[in-house]
């Protein structure tokens, strides 16, 4: 099993930044893709950004292009997500998650942490 733990939420004002960190224990990230996800209230789940943890390849929605940036780091164990110019529509719940290559589903999921944008 892999156990994902995120901090870094909070509340911001807009154009402010915050960065969010994804914590891996019990496996390492080696074999997996890394994701962020976010749900606001009464939406659904939506894809923020994603990395391969072996290649660094990087995949971005539309939403959040030229604003976010997500990184790993191999010491730490995390998944990082820089989040610059944030809008009142930002404000959401933010999960990370994780699948193995090949696998469609993300399998593994955080308790997620809140991120607030006060206009």
């Known amino acids: 099993q892999v156990q994902l733990v995120e901090s870094g939420g909070g509340l911001v004002q807009a154009e402010g930044s915050l960065r969010l960190s994804c914590a891996a224990s019990g496996r390492t990230f080696s074999a997996y893709r890394v994701a962020w996800f976010r749900q606001a209230p009464g939406k659904e789940r939506e894809f923020v950004a994603s990395?391969?943890?072996?290649?660094?390849?990087?995949s971005y929605a539309d939403s959040v292009k030229g604003r976010c940036t997500i990184s790993r780091d191999n010491a730490k164990r995390t998944v990082d997500l820089q989040m610059n110019s944030l809008k009142p529509e930002d404000t959401a719940v933010y999960y990370c998650?994780?699948?193995?290559?090949?696998?469609?589903?993300?399998?593994?999921w955080g308790q997620g942490t809140q991120v607030t944008v006060a206009s």
């Open positions: 990395i391969s943890w072996n290649s660094g390849m990087t």
């Open positions: 998650a994780a699948r193995l290559v090949g696998k469609d589903e993300y399998e593994y």
